[in-house]
C-alpha cells in the first residue's frame, strides 16, 4: 500500500537526497573523493527500497535507521566543510547543503513513528481474531 503517511515521509527524504545531490557539487571535503555522492546514491537506493518494501515494515523501519545513520553523518561532514570554508566577509554566505540532510532525518523520523504506529495497529486487530 503505497499510500500510506509513511510513504510521503519517506518519499521527502529521497527528495532531500535528490537537492542535495544536485546542489552539493561544489562540495569538495576529502579531496577527490565524491563522499557527498555516494551517501546521496546510498539514500536513494535505501529510500527507494523502503518504500517499495511496504509488506515487511521491520525492514522499513530498518533502512530509515540507516537512512537516519547516514544522514547524520552527512550533516557532521557538511557541518566540518562550512567550518573550514573560508569567507571574507561579516555574515558569509555558504551554502545550504546541510539543510538538506536535517530535513530528511526529520522526515525520516516521522516516517518511523508512522510505520511504528501501523504495527501495533496491525498487532492489535490480529489479537481480536
Do not use: H
Not at 576529502?30 to 527500497?49: E, K, M, R
Not at 530528511?104 to 516521522?110: D, E
Request: charged share 15%; hydrophobic share 55%; net charge positive.
Amino acid at each position: 500500500m503505497l499510500q500510506r503517511i509513511q510513504t510521503i515521509w519517506t518519499l521527502l527524504a529521497v527528495l532531500a537526497a535528490v537537492f542535495l545531490f544536485i546542489t552539493g557539487q561544489d562540495v569538495a571535503v576529502f579531496g577527490n573523493i565524491p563522499v557527498i555522492d555516494i551517501s546521496c546514491i546510498a539514500l536513494v537506493l535505501a529510500g527507494a527500497l523502503s518504500i517499495f518494501s511496504f509488506k515487511n515494515r521491520k525492514r522499513q523501519i530498518l533502512l530509515n535507521t540507516i537512512s537516519i545513520i547516514i544522514n547524520a553523518l552527512l550533516i557532521g561532514v557538511l557541518a566540518y566543510w562550512l567550518l573550514n570554508l573560508s569567507g571574507g566577509i561579516q555574515i558569509p554566505e555558504k551554502g545550504i547543503e546541510p539543510i538538506f540532510p536535517l530535513i530528511a532525518v526529520i522526515c525520516l523520523l516521522i516516517a518511523n513513528v508512522s510505520i511504528r504506529r501501523d504495527e501495533r495497529l496491525v498487532k492489535s486487530v490480529d489479537r481480536l481474531r
